[in-house]
């Protein structure tokens, strides 16, 4: 093989060999110009290798400037022929490539491409400059020193010292590829500048540059210094720190410190931050800027920026006012609940007419299982805005809501800041679940916390511990969901509108089965709707066997049963899955409830009230026994106090009436009184059980059995008035799922029939009454 030509090239007054076989470095996107220092990072693995082999020998590589920067493993028709050698000065190993810092220090042209050694080498020829016309030249390299200078001037991103170095330079081969260098140049403009040899040219072509840059520059002076005095404060900073923030680039002194308060200050312009606020965080970050790199507070400080900054405080979802589609997809998520899908088409309307109006604070009552939560979801879909749900169940820390000093260690804002965040907006729809079920302890009360939030007079300025910054909530709006409302503090209840959800007959339930629940349940289980069905009859009597609950969540468990035994039977062969009310005993089991209960007051002193809990009306059954002894009334089966006190009058009232009703006075002479109410695990209470117990120790003591399909509800007082009660809806619905035929109910509540369904009211036969003894009259008939 013969052997390689060496050349020879004088580079600072010493004369160096260069191989015409060289180890080839590609770069991407920059140039080396000869007599400049460039720093680089190589992790391309033919790349490693041909700086780790020049930097064991004598240092010197080739560096080409690739034609695309997408080309991973270049070839020779993948790079421009001009490159320059070079001479590694500095390499630093980061562990995932190098760091390798090169001189220029001549040009070449590639003669040809060689890929030896897990390396590329470039066979290369070195080109010499040609410089004729030395006045001219001269006058050239004057030129460009005096232009180079001026818009170092003119430009503030470029550090002085630069106008020294020019000043020093006397070689205007030198001069041209400096300038060229440093030139604000495209890549194949500078790859131009570098292919051409002839001093002289190269220096006209950065004439040219270096006289629109300096226009370029004293423009954009000009107009800074105009709109000096009409831009802001903060726009003024945010310049200078831009301008500050290039002029430590072009140091060399950028540090992630810097850096860091610099991307800070770039999300507080971008933020929309309130006045306030703004000064707020501008205090923090000057703080921050202070700090030594390594303190601790730092990053307690940043955190608090950061959370600012996270805060939508200009950022909202635009409203879908347009009724028709609101109601279209409130009818499609949800069956009735006509109430409370009016109060929301309400206020969409009134946000039509009313640019801001305060958003109502909304809280749904109602048993489990009727749909609260999901209709909050389904609220937020027909605005348009965002959902967001925080649970309040068991919440005893009014840090929870309002959020911890930045003084404790991992402070962090309350619930609502930490929602609001979540949901990206200053204006989502809310839901506080489960409100009546917020505890107290030692660390505070949440109720009373959320009397600012669900205040429209104070949460304009809802400061949060954390934050302590004052946070616009007037946008938000707040949906609460309860079971029952006796537990909610009297000034939380003040603030917030009540909108009752009772719990659904038997045919409601069977449509919202047929509606949403089966399509559903197929849905969630990967199956086709044609291939499983489930009949009418076996959903009603899933409904009225099988579940007893004023929802329908036990409902919607039975029918996912269903389903999933309907899945096997297809996986297993079969193409269609059909339920038929007959099955279900073999699928699900016997029934857990049945409607028969005629058979239970087979003898006197048995009456059936109606009672409201949280999870919707049921029914209760009232017994009374005569037993000789001393004469008196024992009560059992956790009664409360009002319950105690309405069985005290019942027996006051009979026995004050004795003669005229045709009890005999002795019993209560000679005979003690036992009043038990089953289910004695569970507490009792309220005064609504009047008129049962009253009608129960008639019955005993007339020794007259009471109706069988028969209840009753209605509060006594000692003169035998029939008072008022609540929760009338829920025990007539109670009463109509577990098979009562007739109801007595007080006079006074024939106005709260009317939000009783009409199929239900039919089934029923309602006797209102005004006295005691009108409901003993009509519920223990006489013997005949």
Known sequence: MAELPEFTIDFGGETLRVPAELPLLPIRNTVVFPGTTRPMSVGRALSLAAVRTAAKGDGLLAVLTQRSPDVEQPQQHDLHEVGTVTKVVQLLDTGAGISVAVVGLARFRLLGLVEADGMLKARLEILRDRLEGTAEAEAARRTVQRLAKELVVLRDDLPDELREMLDRIDDPARLADLVGFGANL?????????????????????????IREIRVAQVSRNFAERAAGEIDEGRRKTLLREQLRKIREELGESDDQAAEADELHERVEAAGLPEAVRAAVERELSRLNAMPAHSPERSVIRTYVEWILDLPWDKETEDNLDIRHARTILDEDHFDLDRVKERILEFL?????????????????????VGKTSLGKSIARAMGRAFVRTSLGGVRDEAEIRGHRRTYVGALPGRILQNLKRAGSRNPVFMLDEIDKVGSDYRGDPSSALLEVLDPEQNTSFSDHYLELPFDLSRVL????????????????????LIELPGYTAREKLRIATEFLVPRQIDEHGLDRDAVSISDDALLRIVEGYTREAGVRNLERNIASLVRKAALKIAEGEKQARVEAEDLSK???????????AERIDRPGISIGLVWTPVGGDIVFVEAALMEGKPGLRLTGQLGDVMRESAETALSYLQANAESMGIDAALFEKNEIHVHIPSGALKKDGPSAGVTLLVALASLLLDRPVRSDLALTGEITLRGQVLPVGGIKEKVLAAHRAGVREIILPTRNEKDLEEVPEEVREALRVHLVDHSIDAIREAIPDRG
């Open 349 to 369: 309307a009134v946000r039509r007419l009313v640019e801001e109006p305060k958003g109502p604070i909304l809280c749904f009552v109602g048993p489990p299982g």
């Open 587 to 597: 699928l699900l089991g016997l029934p857990s409830f049945t409607r028969e209960m």
């Open 186 to 210: 495209a890549l194949d403009e500078k790859v131009a500048l570098l292919a051409q040899t002839d001093v002289l040219a190269r220096l006209r072509v950065l004439i040219r540059h270096l």
């Open 478 to 497: 707040f949906v609460a969901t309860a079971n029952r409302t006796d537990t909610i503090p009297p000034p939380l209840l003040d603030r917030m509108e």
